[in-house]
């Protein structure tokens, strides 16, 4: 179920000129709320050159106090973890093993998660979420396998241009992930907002479930598309993105677009 379009950022990840339905910003892909109007895609998606993440690792950085141990979400934390730990190796990841040599993976086997018991601004522009990350790189080694996912609190929503998240003025996307140039490669990154509205929650849900469907759906969109991988040609859509809120309402993963079969599983 993650929602996807194309937009934001402002630094490298796939950029997808004029095919932006959220054109706020450049450089990132994000996943439209329930009701935004996007393109949607019928077709296959085609490779551009720019490279997949064949052995994926994912870092959670939880920023917030209300994360860490003892804290009133904690609970979602952790759960949060134990749905990245199995994703890499479940059924939810077959789809994406077709696309340039995608291999299972443990995504949690990289460096260590982060609990930042720092507390983020109440709008978290895409450029904090990239000095978030790097303030995670100055103490952790770099992976270019890795996919750096910032998860905030209830009391924080995202921004992109004049595009936000839930919690925010102008609600467009519930999720995004995107790329930007380093000091030891491309960086690979995903802000992870708190699902606090209808346009990104599911209906019979709790919240930590609707999480980890964001969780799988960016984490599957971000490995086949990194850096100007596979998307649409027409509409600038990623995998999961062509299968955004198939209906009757997948599970946990939903579907993502095969083009061995050419449609969505």
């Given amino acids: 179920m993650s929602l996807l379009a194309v937009a934001a950022g402002s630094a490298g990840a796939a950029e997808?000129?004029?095919?932006?339905?959220?054109?706020?910003?450049?450089?990132?892909?994000?996943?439209?709320?329930?009701?935004?109007?996007?393109?949607?895609?019928?077709?296959?998606?085609?490779?551009?050159?720019?490279?997949?993440?064949?052995?994926?690792?994912?870092?959670?950085?939880?920023?917030?106090?209300?994360?860490?141990?003892?804290?009133?979400?904690?609970?979602?934390?952790?759960?949060?973890?134990?749905?990245?730990?199995?994703l890499g190796t479940s059924s939810a990841w077959t789809v994406v093993k077709q696309y340039s040599g995608i291999q299972n993976s443990n995504l949690g086997s990289g460096t260590p998660d982060w609990f930042d018991t720092s507390t983020p601004p109440t709008n978290v522009t895409d450029s904090t979420v990239r000095s978030?990350?790097?303030?995670?790189?100055?103490?952790?080694?770099?992976?270019?396998?890795?996919?750096?996912?910032?998860?905030?609190p209830k009391t924080s929503y995202s921004s992109s241009g004049t595009s936000t998240s839930c919690g925010g003025?102008?609600?467009?996307?519930?999720?995004?992930?995107?790329?930007?140039?380093?000091t030891s490669g491309t960086v690979i990154y995903s802000i992870q907002p708190y699902p606090s509205c209808s346009g990104c929650q599911a209906s019979g849900w709790t919240i930590a479930q609707d999480q980890e469907s964001?969780?799988?759906?960016?984490?599957?969109?971000?490995?086949?598309?990194?850096?100007?991988?596979?998307?649409?040609?027409?509409?600038?859509?990623?995998?999961?993105?062509?299968?955004?809120?198939?209906?009757?309402?997948?599970?946990?993963?939903?579907?993502?677009?095969?083009?061995?079969v050419h449609g969505c599983v």
């Avoid at 303030?135 to 996919?147: E, G």
């Avoid at 062509?242 to 677009?257: L, M, N, R, V, Y």
């Fill in 16 to 86: 997808k000129p004029g095919l932006k339905p959220f054109a706020d910003a450049d450089h990132v892909i994000y996943s439209p709320a329930r009701g935004v109007l996007v393109p949607k895609a019928t077709g296959d998606v085609s490779y551009h050159g720019g490279g997949v993440i064949v052995s994926a690792k994912v870092v959670l950085i939880f920023w917030g106090p209300s994360f860490a141990p003892g804290g009133a979400d904690n609970a979602y934390a952790t759960t949060l973890q134990s749905f990245r730990n199995q």
């Fill in 132 to 152: 978030e990350v790097n303030r995670y790189l100055a103490t952790h080694a770099f992976d270019s396998s890795a996919i750096y996912e910032v998860v905030i």
């Fill in 169 to 182: 003025p102008s609600l467009a996307y519930c999720v995004y992930h995107g790329s930007y140039s380093g």
């Fill in 214 to 260: 964001f969780i799988c759906h960016e984490t599957r969109d971000a490995v086949t598309d990194p850096v100007n991988g596979w998307w649409n040609n027409s509409t600038g859509q990623e995998i999961c993105d062509e299968c955004s809120f198939t209906t009757p309402f997948p599970a946990i993963c939903g579907k993502c677009w095969s083009n061995a």
